[in-house]
């Protein structure tokens, strides 16, 4: 009897996963390719500091207590992340300051690209080397090929970041899927399949530009910045509404996944409180501290909108300036998911 009583409730978990996923990837896509610059500035106002928020609860209670063996990848993983944050915006800025020329630009970016490649490089050796272990001794000269092919254009990389960034949440979430909800995976993995579809079918009609034609004269700034957030005074032989859209749109999917899906998912973020960090038990002190940090960051999100509110295009640039930090962290616990 139980086993026909479950039988109905794990069809119907994974039959109201598949509608409300479906539901939103074409409510994204509709939104995004009716006004795409309006949505970019929208869904950033909204969901840029909340999602990061949970983002940091979530990888919170990835965390062992102690590190143990796992110790050099988790050193490894913090320098890179530190160092490669500070870097990233302080080269960039420090090139407009000093007036350098284009060429040294490039070279700079060219080695920042270098950094990072043999960091992740060395982030998957290290991770082949732990349990689970893994036949990863490609690993070396795949990075090396990819640290020389991002030589021949650096300012390539960044930009594919700004959109591959995205997708990695949906990765995330789908390890949370195959850990926590095993009945939830093939639904899940045919509505990340129609993404694809889903683009192809917003380049092919292209998004229109009416809405955003309506947009007050004070977002002119936003959106001019919007554009260059995209790419588009980059990549100049492609149209910018497209590059805009997709943005928002792969944003908008990325938003809906940390702020919806992985709290769903994984039914540990919010519902176990703070019981549901490692570190949080490993000492009083760790976890005052936490539980400080954790505070702060939910003022930030407060702060985040006050600032939005009060100077949107400044608030943005900062806010884009300063978050390579969670884009990079969310490459080692990608790798320890795998």
Same mark, same amino acid.
């Given at each position: 009897?139980?086993?026909?009583?479950?039988?109905?409730?794990?069809?119907?978990?994974?039959?109201?996963?598949?509608?409300?996923?479906?539901?939103?990837?074409?409510?994204?896509?509709?939104?995004?390719?009716?006004?795409?610059?309006?949505?970019?500035?929208?869904?950033?106002?909204?969901?840029?500091?909340?999602?990061?928020?949970?983002?940091?609860?979530?990888?919170?209670?990835?965390?062992?207590?102690?590190?143990?063996?796992?110790?050099?990848?988790?050193?490894?993983?913090?320098?890179?992340?530190?160092?490669?944050?500070?870097?990233?915006?302080?080269?960039?800025?420090?090139?407009?300051?000093?007036?350098?020329?284009?060429?040294?630009? &490039? /070279? +700079?970016? #060219?080695?920042?690209?270098? *950094?990072?490649? $043999?960091?992740?490089?060395?982030?998957?050796?290290?991770? =082949?080397?732990?349990?689970?272990?893994?036949?990863?001794?490609?690993?070396?000269?795949?990075?090396?090929?990819?640290?020389?092919?991002?030589?021949?254009?650096?300012?390539?990389?960044?930009?594919?970041?700004?959109?591959?960034?995205?997708?990695?949440?949906?990765?995330?979430?789908?390890?949370?899927?195959?850990?926590?909800?095993?009945?939830?995976?093939?639904?899940?993995?045919?509505?990340?399949?129609?993404?694809?579809?889903?683009?192809?079918? &917003? /380049? +092919?009609? #292209?998004?229109?530009?009416? *809405?955003?034609? $309506?947009?007050?004269?004070?977002?002119?700034?936003?959106? =001019?910045?919007?554009?260059?957030?995209?790419?588009?005074?980059?990549?100049?032989?492609?149209?910018?509404?497209?590059?805009?859209?997709?943005?928002?749109?792969?944003?908008?999917?990325?938003?809906?996944?940390?702020?919806?899906?992985?709290?769903?998912?994984?039914?540990?973020?919010?519902?176990?409180?703070?019981?549901?960090?490692?570190?949080?038990?490993?000492?009083?002190?760790?976890?005052?501290?936490?539980?400080?940090?954790?505070?702060?960051?939910?003022?930030?999100?407060?702060?985040?909108?006050?600032?939005?509110?009060?100077?949107?295009?400044?608030?943005?640039?900062?806010?884009?300036?300063?978050?390579?930090?969670?884009?990079?962290?969310?490459?080692?616990?990608?790798?320890?998911?795998?």
């Amino acid at each position: 009897m139980s086993t026909v009583l479950k039988q109905p409730a794990e069809n119907c978990s994974r039959q109201t996963f598949a509608a409300a996923a479906s539901v939103f990837m074409v409510m994204a896509w509709v939104l995004t390719a009716t006004a795409p610059v309006t949505m970019s500035i929208g869904i950033v106002f909204l969901f840029a500091g909340p999602h990061n928020y949970v983002e940091s609860r979530y990888f919170l209670t990835r965390l062992p207590a102690r590190m143990g063996r796992l110790k050099p990848f988790f050193m490894v993983s913090a320098v890179g992340v530190i160092s490669l944050t500070i870097a990233f915006p302080l080269l960039t800025r420090l090139a407009g300051w000093m007036r350098w020329s284009p060429q040294s630009v &490039l /070279w +700079t970016i #060219g080695l920042w690209n270098t *950094a990072l490649i $043999l960091w992740v490089t060395s982030l998957v050796w290290l991770r =082949s080397l732990q349990p689970p272990k893994k036949n990863w001794d490609y690993a070396l000269p795949i990075g090396l090929a990819f640290a020389g092919l991002a030589w021949l254009q650096p300012i390539l990389l960044p930009l594919l970041m700004v959109f591959l960034h995205p997708l990695m949440g949906l990765w995330v979430l789908d390890r949370e899927i195959a850990k926590s909800r095993q009945e939830w995976q093939t639904a899940y993995r045919c509505c990340v399949g129609s993404v694809p579809v889903l683009l192809v079918l &917003l /380049w +092919t009609f #292209g998004p229109a530009a009416a *809405a955003d034609a $309506l947009l007050p004269e004070q977002a002119q700034a936003a959106k =001019s910045q919007v554009i260059h957030h995209a790419g588009a005074t980059i990549v100049t032989i492609v149209d910018a509404n497209r590059l805009v859209a997709t943005h928002a749109f792969l944003e908008l999917l990325h938003y809906g996944v940390w702020m919806l899906a992985v709290p769903v998912a994984s039914g540990r973020v919010f519902s176990e409180g703070f019981r549901s960090i490692p570190l949080m038990k490993r000492s009083d002190f760790s976890r005052r501290l936490i539980g400080v940090l954790l505070a702060a960051s939910a003022a930030v999100v407060v702060l985040l909108w006050v600032c939005f509110t009060a100077d949107y295009t400044t608030t943005r640039d900062v806010y884009f300036t300063v978050a390579m930090l969670h884009v990079l962290a969310e490459i080692p616990f990608l790798l320890r998911l795998l």
